[in-house]
């Protein structure tokens, strides 16, 4: 777990460095944390007044936290292929969403699963799609529901769970 002070540094990271990225501005000070050793893998979901506007993570992270946090920060904001990229008139009304990553675990029996808990990941050969725990809890999905969407994500049949996807699972700590 993080603390207060470690998630509002990482929030203030990812917000200063989109907003250098995008004005041309020097790249923010890194924050101190309490752990500034710490690896985990994370991913930054950006809104705008409510609505979708980039979410990109990296799921196992070989590097500290606040370079992970900076990475997807410039990331989502400006190669999530399903958008444009946020411009800086954008920025008085961007919200940051950090999600920290527990590592990934095989699950070796689905009803192990708690959704609002556990983001997912499916995999069949190079085919792999993530979900996070989030996903589920906003469209009130059951568990089958999500293990579908997973497969869907992973660009599978969605009952690829049921015949021979592997299945994974994280938590996340989840802060705005």
Not at 28 to 33: C, G, H, N, V, Y
Not at 84 to 96: I, K, N, Q, R
Not at 134 to 155: I, N, P, S, Y
């Given at each position: ?19 250098a990225h995008l004005t ?48 997807c920060a410039i990331a ?101």
């Amino acid at each position: 777990m993080l603390s207060e002070a470690d998630r509002a540094a990482l929030l203030r990271l990812a917000r200063e460095t989109i907003a250098a990225h995008l004005t041309g501005g020097a790249p923010p000070a890194r924050p101190t944390l309490a752990d500034p050793h710490a690896h985990a893998g994370a991913f930054v979901t950006l809104t705008v007044r409510g609505d979708l506007r980039g979410c990109i993570g990296y799921p196992g992270a070989t590097t500290p936290l606040d370079d992970v946090v900076a990475q997807c920060a410039i990331a989502a904001a400006t190669e999530d292929p399903r958008f444009p990229p946020v411009d800086a008139g954008e920025l008085s009304h961007l919200e940051v969403e950090i999600s920290v990553l527990t590592p990934i675990e095989p699950v070796a029996d689905v009803s192990e699963i708690e959704v609002g808990r556990d983001g997912l990941v499916a995999q069949d050969g190079f085919r792999r799609g993530l979900l996070l725990p989030q996903v589920a809890t906003e469209h009130h999905w059951d568990r089958e529901t999500f293990l579908a969407h997973t497969c869907l994500k992973a660009g599978l049949r969605p009952d690829a769970w049921r015949t021979g996807a592997k299945m994974f699972r994280f938590r996340a700590e989840v802060f705005s």
